[in-house]
């Protein structure tokens, strides 16, 4: 590995790339991924990196490893490349005995005004042999909540008005009083404020002195295997079904039968006992084929709410926002409304992206000193509308456009008709499906009727044929993509 002068080195370097990390991806993104990324050392022009859980790893690995390997590149001078792995019992120092499962008390409420929230004890002190088999429990510690994510800051638009008021109904609950929307559903793409929402519902149940938890599918499935490992399951059920409200948020990564079986059940467990449930996802629960049906069932017999993409006007509320906020740190930070309203009309992804547009304005015009025109906006946040993602095309989506398209109805579709007028229009949706989407066959199947996998392979083959062959509807289906992706 490296000296210690040199290692003093590569720490400080880190340090540049985790600060980079956590301005681009913003606090929420950061700490759930990257909190507990740490740089071992270096050797031979490799920086090695680890992470607690295979779960990250995997994760980070799919999604973020290149941006981390360019990021290390850039800041870690004659490191080349990277290597991730999941840090042993050894590297993680002595095995701690953990206490029981720690919630956000009331005392938190204050942290809302300002000082840092922190994780608090709240539970009941338990009698003496309790409190012995609780602490064996190998804990679930609720994730962080940021304090600066309340309904006082959310902003509200046409996309998330819906989920908004949803939000705020849950949160006044009230002793005795059966929950009105229970559990509650929230999904939407990255970045459009659902996590912003949980997080608001839990500092508001804590300002009335309820038991409140929050965590990321991370978390549950990391405290549960613990607890399986410390043979202290039932422990942990019963701390996890104690108390007010559970938040749930990116439940689209629960993995594992046994956990997602224990989840079902502590699910119906809260809400028979009259405890508010709050979720969050990518997508609507019947889209989330990796999770068994009986979940989904339970979390798609509560409220379900979309929160949409950002309308134009909320965008510009979210720069205006987020502009004010830097200039309370750079006096001398001024955007004009047209630069504004350029920023607002290129980036339409997500709040993210804007957080990652006004960075970039501020650096611009605290580095070069030039007055922030809209020619030089348009050069600061190229890359962000260069990487815009295209849009999430759904199977529904499909249905609709090759029906119309082909004069049937999405009903035929979805049919067992067998006309020629009707396979035509239902294998190239099928095979739109699988070029467009990242469903498995056997979704697709599902989404189409209840068909079985095979038919789906067999759409998908038939109508690459034809394509193949037959160069009239080959463009016929490529003008089907565009007008799905546009």
């Given at each position: 590995?490296?000296?210690?002068?040199?290692?003093?080195?590569?720490?400080?370097?880190?340090?540049?790339?985790?600060?980079?990390?956590?301005?681009?991806?913003?606090?929420?993104?950061?700490?759930?991924?990257?909190?507990?990324?740490?740089?071992?050392?270096?050797?031979?022009?490799?920086?090695?990196?680890?992470?607690?859980?295979?779960f990250l790893k995997s994760w980070i690995q799919s999604h973020y490893m290149d941006r981390v390997r360019a990021l290390v590149a850039e800041e870690c001078a004659g490191v080349g490349d990277i290597s991730l792995s999941v840090r042993s019992a050894v590297q993680r120092g002595p095995v701690r005995i953990p206490g029981p499962i720690e919630t956000v008390s009331h005392q938190g409420a204050?942290?809302?005004?300002?000082r840092p929230v922190s994780v608090e004890k709240a539970m009941t002190p338990a009698p003496e042999q309790d409190r012995h088999a609780h602490h064996d429990v190998d804990g679930l510690q609720g994730s962080p909540l940021d304090r600066r994510l309340t309904f006082a800051s959310f902003?509200?638009?046409?996309?998330?008005?819906?989920?908004?008021?949803?939000?705020?109904?849950?949160?006044?609950?009230?002793?005795?009083?059966?929950?009105?929307?229970?559990?509650?559903?929230?999904?939407?793409?990255v970045g459009l404020g659902k996590t912003h929402l949980l997080q608001a519902v839990a500092h508001e149940v804590l300002a009335g002195g309820k038991r409140v938890i929050y965590l990321t599918a991370d978390r549950f499935m990391y405290g549960f295997v613990a607890a399986l490992k410390a043979q202290t399951?039932?422990?942990?059920?019963?701390?996890?079904?104690?108390?007010?409200?559970?938040?749930?948020?990116?439940?689209?990564?629960?993995?594992?039968?046994?956990?997602?079986?224990?989840?079902?059940?502590?699910i119906n467990a809260l809400i028979d006992a009259g405890r508010q449930v709050v979720i969050a996802a990518d997508r609507p629960p019947g889209d989330l084929e990796t999770l068994d049906e009986r979940v989904r069932s339970r979390l798609a017999g509560g409220l379900v709410v979309e929160m949409g993409a950002l309308d134009e006007a909320l965008r510009v509320k979210i720069l205006e926002a987020r502009v004010a906020a830097a200039r309370q740190?750079?006096?001398?930070?001024?955007?004009?409304?047209?630069?504004?309203?350029?920023?607002?009309?290129?980036?339409?992804?997500?709040?993210?992206?804007?957080?990652?547009?006004?960075?970039?304005?501020?650096?611009?015009s605290t580095?070069?000193?030039?007055?922030?025109?809209?020619?030089?906006?348009?050069?600061?946040?190229?890359?962000?509308?260069?990487?815009?993602?295209?849009?999430?095309?759904?199977?529904?989506?499909?249905?609709?456009?090759?029906?119309?398209?082909?004069?049937?109805?999405?009903?035929?579709?979805?049919?067992?008709?067998?006309?020629?007028?009707?396979?035509?229009?239902?294998?190239?949706?099928?095979?739109?499906?699988?070029?467009?989407?990242?469903?498995?066959?056997?979704?697709i199947g599902r989404r189409f009727g209840g068909r079985d996998h095979t038919t789906v392979l067999h759409a998908v083959r038939k109508i690459d044929g034809v394509v193949a062959q037959d160069p009239v509807l080959r463009e016929e289906i490529e003008l089907l993509k565009r007008m799905l992706q546009e």
């Open positions: 590995m490296t000296s210690g002068i040199e290692a003093d080195r590569d720490d400080e370097a880190w340090e540049r790339v985790r600060r980079r990390l956590r301005a681009e991806l913003g606090e929420d993104v950061f700490s759930s991924w990257f909190g507990r990324l740490e740089l071992v050392g270096v050797a031979e022009g490799v920086g090695h990196l680890s992470v607690p859980t295979r204050a942290a809302i005004a300002g902003l509200l638009g046409r996309s998330n008005a819906l989920a908004h008021a949803a939000a705020e109904r849950v949160s006044r609950i009230d002793s005795g009083a059966a929950p009105l929307y229970n559990p509650l559903y929230i999904h939407a793409a399951a039932l422990a942990f059920k019963e701390r996890l079904r104690g108390i007010d409200l559970l938040v749930i948020d990116d439940v689209q990564f629960l993995q594992g039968k046994s956990i997602q079986q224990e989840f079902c059940h502590t740190h750079q006096p001398g930070f001024e955007v004009s409304p047209a630069v504004v309203s350029f920023v607002a009309r290129s980036i339409t992804t997500n709040g993210r992206d804007l957080d990652g547009a006004v960075n970039r304005l501020l650096a611009h580095l070069s000193g030039a007055p922030l025109t809209v020619e030089a906006a348009e050069a600061a946040i190229r890359d962000l509308v260069r990487s815009r993602e295209p849009k999430k095309v759904r199977i529904e989506d499909i249905q609709k456009l090759v029906a119309t398209h082909y004069n049937v109805s999405r009903a035929d579709i979805l049919s067992s008709r067998r006309s020629a007028g009707v396979v035509k229009p239902r294998q190239i949706a099928m095979y739109l499906a699988k070029q467009l989407t990242l469903r498995s066959l056997p979704e």
